[in-house]
T-cell receptor
Framework: KQEVTQIPAALSVPEGENLVLNCSFTDSAIYNLQWFRQDPGKGLTSLLL?????REQTSGRLNASLDKSSGRSTLYIAASQPGDSATYLCAVQGGSEKLVFGKGTKLTVNP | GAGVSQSPSNKVTEKGKDVELRCDPISGHTALYWYRQSLGQGLEFLIY????????KSGLPSDRFSAERTGGSVSTLTIQRTQQEDSAVYLC???????????FGPGTRLTVT
């Protein structure tokens, strides 16, 4: 059974800092990995999707990497801003179509 | 373009009543998913529809839960004889095809009193 773990559970940083969020998964036989952002009381916003054959994806200040063999992914956020404050969720898709989610990292960027 | 929409946004119901939650996927998306997000449990898969294939119901927690997708578009999740443990946010997602990027709706917050 696939399990996804995100560390840390919460993170507080000053504005402008670069930061890394971690995601690990137990079964390396994944098809893709997706990073989401969730604001309080809202749905999920897709940030980046990495196919299993890819090593990284970039979108603006965000960069996600994938090391499938070791079961790890990182989300790098450059020059953090208060508007980046949210919960970040990592999810993997394996042989079945469903996404298996981690419990998220709650990020607070302080002005 | 229009994203995934869900209705109602909030639903309060009494224990034992039936509820229906609606999801309108992105036009042209063949795959549709239901997930549930509850405190302490995180996000859990409930059910998946792909085109005209039989749905994957492996995540439904009990036989009180059912879902249908009419005409390959709109989906309804029905919970019969609601219990307090059904209180959660129910999220719908769609993707162009299976194993493509999933796009989520804003969710329906269900409270069972």
């Amino acid at each position: 059974k696939q399990e996804v773990t995100q560390i840390p559970a919460a993170l507080s940083v000053p504005e402008g800092e670069n930061l890394v969020l971690n995601c690990s998964f137990t079964d390396s036989a994944i098809y893709n990995l997706q990073w989401f952002r969730q604001d309080p009381g809202k749905g999920l916003t897709s940030l980046l999707l990495i196919q299993s054959s890819q090593r990284e994806q970039t979108s603006g200040r965000l960069n996600a990497s994938l090391d499938k063999s070791s079961g790890r992914s990182t989300l790098y956020i450059a020059a953090s801003q208060p508007g980046d404050s949210a919960t970040y969720l990592c999810a993997v898709q394996g042989g079945s179509e469903k996404l298996v989610f981690g419990k998220g990292t709650k990020l607070t960027v302080n002005p | 373009g229009a994203g995934v929409s869900q209705s109602p946004s909030n639903k309060v119901t009494e224990k034992g009543k039936d509820v229906e939650l609606r999801c309108d996927p992105i036009s042209g998306h063949t795959a549709l998913y239901w997930y549930r997000q509850s405190l302490g449990q995180g996000l859990e898969f409930l059910i998946y529809f792909q085109g005209n294939s039989a749905p994957d119901k492996s995540g439904l927690p009990s036989d009180r839960f059912s879902a249908e997708r009419t005409g390959g578009s709109v989906s309804t999740l029905t919970i019969q004889r609601t219990q307090q443990e059904d209180s959660a946010v129910y999220l719908c997602a769609s993707s162009l095809q299976a194993k493509y990027e999933q796009y989520f709706g804003p969710g329906t917050r269900l409270t069972v009193t």
